[in-house]
């Protein structure tokens, strides 16, 4: 999202709307942006609103570059500026949203972009968008939905099957979700998301040794994707590759300490290697982050 906000900012700065700008101080924060001057850039833009304080055109290139120097409350108040001065292009929603997104504030995300689609129905990263805000807010049929309409917009985009296959299995379509995934893989034989979503959906199907080839494949493309050694780890647990299992859910911990179900794979992985007190240990604390009791957990501390 992020490299995207900027390469929509730049082919703005060189639309027509913005040849049409005469505004000396706007045009030298423009040069400045572009010449990654960003400090500059928001001095110059500040002194356009200043000076013309409807300047729509300034507030939105005010935002962009904050973003770009990570003031994202203050991109906020430029965008809402932005609608307030009735300049609802569609890049305008999207740039709100995105920040917004960035923020975690989903909801209102989902809002933008829904603007976003009605302005530019026919743009297919638009519903690409709406099905990530609907994927953090849990919904998963209508983030399929929205997929279901990008791949019908632009069927060549690798990204639109990876997520569609990413909520069919999230939905247990798992079969579905099969389709979808091995379809970006034939598309992109090297996706790294394409494999690690696989081979979750293999594993999740009991499919072990295919999954923890895929995840195998995942790994070897990102060597720094936890959740491919998180699913690594977890697929190793039944086939009996308790050290190997212990290996990946260490390497997750040292990174993210508090997760719950690395924790509760490594405390399957300490029960299969004899290390009881270990995975006593492992369990309680995937209690206290709030995990769910698993059937036969209350023997792990005995």
């Not at 609802?88 to 740039?95: G, N």
């Not at 379509?173 to 090297?190: I, S, T, W, Y």
């Not at 499919?207 to 990102?222: P, R, T």
């Not at 690395?262 to 029960?271: E, I, Q």
Request: hydrophobic content about 35%; charged content about 25%; proline content about 3%.
């Amino acid at each position: 999202m992020k490299n995207a906000i900027f390469l929509y900012a730049f082919t703005f700065l060189c639309s027509t709307a913005y040849s049409q700008i005469n505004d000396p101080q706007y045009k030298e924060g423009v040069k400045s942006f572009k010449n990654n001057d960003f400090p500059s850039a928001l001095l110059c833009f500040e002194k356009a609103i200043k000076a013309n304080p409807d300047s729509a055109e300034a507030y939105f290139m005010h935002g962009v570059t904050c973003y770009r120097t990570q003031q994202l409350k203050q991109a906020i108040t430029d965008f809402d500026k932005c609608v307030e001065l009735h300049y609802t292009r569609p890049v305008t929603y999207e740039y709100r949203g995105q920040v917004k997104f960035i923020l975690q504030d989903f909801k209102g995300a989902l809002e933008d972009f829904d603007e976003q689609a009605k302005l530019y129905p026919k743009e297919s990263d638009n519903y690409n968008n709406r099905a990530m805000a609907k994927t953090r807010l849990a919904n998963f049929q209508g983030a399929v939905a929205d997929y279901d309409t990008a791949i019908l917009l632009n069927p060549d985009n690798v990204k639109y099957w990876v997520g569609r296959g990413a909520m069919k299995t999230k939905l247990s379509l798992f079969q579905e979700g099969a389709v979808d995934l091995n379809k970006a893989l034939q598309l992109d034989p090297n996706n790294e998301r394409a494999y690690c979503i696989r081979g979750l959906n293999k594993i999740l199907t009991n499919h072990f040794i295919g999954g923890l080839s895929d995840v195998n494949k995942a790994i070897a493309l990102d060597s720094t994707d936890l959740e491919a050694y998180l699913l690594r780890g977890q697929a190793r647990i039944p086939l009996k590759d308790y050290k190997g299992a212990l290996d990946d859910l260490n390497y997750v911990l040292k990174f993210t300490p508090d997760d719950q179900s690395a924790l509760g794979f490594r405390a399957s992985a300490k029960v299969g290697l004899g290390d009881k007190a270990g995975a006593c240990a492992d369990y309680n604390r995937f209690l206290q982050l709030g995990g769910t009791p698993v059937a036969g957990g209350e023997n792990i501390c005995k």
